[in-house]
């Protein structure tokens, strides 16, 4: 079995950012593009970039230092020595076949990044779920030792309020993206795997050809590096198992009892979560101030990496754990109007999604045993058609806990349609899935305008809901728009709306 072929090389060796004179990225304005962007141009390369349309990164990215076009045209290429594209652009971008046709460099993100990382001792965290806060997680335990990390995230820390940055510090953290095989180019002297799961089947086809990926990940890890995997889930602890056998150094971690790393007393109290961690004999308290039983294990990852990999001393990076902030888009709390509690999160494959509508529930449930009347209201948007065609059942089950689903239709991102794969396939998912469980399931509106998801949302809910928007497209702005719409629905004495518009069937 061998890997599927792509258009670039991730085990051949990278030069130096530093060699690749003037860099222009293609895209520029993507969450992981941006992020390797910004690690350049603190470096001191000179940066181009063109993106379709204007946004607020592209002018951060200006005032950073960049030079950005909105819209792309072959003269952007003039000058540079370097471009670096996402697998999102494809080869008939006019932009990458003028680079082509002029013998210039071309790299692949991941590579462009990995440039950046010659000579620091590298950090890489991939997994099917949780990868983006459990790198998050390790900054901010790292960035509270004597370590000034480098980072580049797929998402934003709320705290900093940035994705990238470039630290004085010898460590280089990244979250290793899977989707494409290009978490190979890294070769990180401590990697973590959160989960191996079936996902991103579009480039791999099947399960196994997944753990064969994450296998060849592992075997670039340093001789004397180490790995550390998430032993709960079987698809990591497999690896684990992997990398053993190769003479690699390994912490599992998580509930298992035979966890190297073992995590016990797991408690949640609202936002705020409780566990205790014992490594080597040695038990701390850990304390979160995110929620969810998903994010003390995503936690445990990160102390695995900064005590057994890096050396750092275990209370200040539990210190650094406890003041962690949250990731943007990472049920990440969007505002609160007419008594109705708005938060977003970006989970899109089953696994995510069923962890943040678990959470959802809890804290739902929390409040009615307070006496409130709480009801769990999710948004969700699958993304990418081969996913919702081969994970519908999947999907449609992590909804079942809900008290209401809102189901919008498929956001593309770079797939074309496929005939008869719709947001309706999940909708029906959560009934047939709820009927399996012998439970009656959540009420399910099925709607594919985009434009008609947040009047509908507005009638839906009443007071003391909590509603979730969750996708990775474009559904992260239909809150605010929920929000907007229920403020100005207030009575402006300040008492609560009726519940009258919530009670009956949208």
């Not at 390797?36 to 181009?48: D, E, N, Q």
């Not at 951060?60 to 909105?70: D, N």
């Not at 079936?198 to 064969?212: M, N, P, R, S």
Request: proline share 5%; hydrophobic share 45%; aromatic share 4%.
């Amino acid at each position: 079995m061998t890997l599927p072929a792509t258009r670039f090389d991730f085990t051949a060796p990278v030069p130096p950012a530093a060699d690749l004179g003037r860099v222009h990225f293609i895209a520029i304005g993507g969450a992981g593009m941006s992020g390797v962007a910004r690690v350049m141009l603190t470096s001191g390369v000179p940066v181009s970039g063109s993106d379709a349309r204007g946004s607020a990164l592209l002018t951060a990215l200006e005032h950073e230092g960049a030079q950005v076009w909105v819209g792309h045209d072959a003269s952007h290429v003039d000058g540079a020595d370097t471009v670096v594209v996402s697998s999102a652009v494809r080869d008939g971008n006019v932009e990458l076949a003028a680079a082509r046709e002029r013998g210039l460099r071309v790299l692949h993100r991941a590579q462009g990044l990995a440039s950046t990382m010659v000579g620091a001792r590298g950090v890489a965290v991939a997994g099917a779920n949780g990868k983006t806060t459990t790198t998050s997680l390790l900054v901010v335990a790292l960035q509270a030792g004597s370590l000034d990390p480098s980072f580049a995230l797929g998402g934003e820390l709320t705290a900093l309020g940035t994705n990238a940055h470039r630290g004085t510090g010898d460590v280089f953290v990244v979250e290793a993206d899977e989707s494409d095989g290009s978490f190979l180019c890294y070769r990180p002297q401590v990697a973590v795997v959160t989960s191996v799961q079936a996902d991103h089947l579009d480039f791999y086809g099947d399960l196994a050809t997944v753990e064969e990926a994450y296998r060849a990940f592992v075997d670039t890890i340093a001789s004397d590096g180490l790995l550390v995997a998430c032993v709960d889930d079987p698809g990591a602890r497999a690896l684990a198992e992997h990398a053993r056998g190769r003479g690699l150094r390994v912490v599992g971690y998580g509930e298992a009892p035979d966890a190297d790393l073992r995590v016990t007393d797991v408690r949640h109290d609202g936002l705020a979560s409780r566990a205790t961690l014992t490594l080597d004999g040695r038990s701390s308290p850990l304390v979160l101030a995110v929620p969810g039983h998903h994010n003390v294990l995503n936690a445990a990852g990160a102390y695995g990496a900064a005590v057994a990999g890096l050396g750092e001393d275990p209370a200040v990076v539990l210190a650094g754990l406890a003041s962690f902030a949250g990731t943007r888009r990472r049920f990440e709390p969007r505002g609160t109007a007419a008594g109705v509690q708005v938060v977003d999160d970006y989970a899109h494959n089953p696994g995510k999604l069923a962890a943040v509508v678990t959470t959802g529930r809890r804290l739902v449930d929390e409040a009615r045993e307070r006496g409130g009347t709480a009801r769990l209201v999710v948004v969700f948007q699958p993304h990418l058609y081969s996913r919702t065609r081969d994970f519908a059942a999947e999907l449609g089950a992590a909804l079942v806990p809900a008290d209401a689903v809102v189901l919008m239709d498929v956001y593309a991102a770079r797939e074309d349609p496929v005939p008869g794969v719709s947001g309706a396939l999940v909708a029906d998912a959560v009934g047939h899935a709820a009927a399996r469980a012998g439970q009656p399931g959540p009420q399910v509106v099925y709607e594919p305008s985009w434009v008609h998801v947040a009047p509908l949302v507005v009638e839906l809910v009443r007071p003391g809901d909590l509603v979730l928007t969750v996708g990775a497209g474009d559904v992260t702005m239909v809150g605010p728009e929920v929000l907007l719409a229920l403020a100005e629905r207030e009575p402006r004495d300040g008492t609560a709306p009726s519940d009258e518009a919530g009670e009956g069937s949208a």
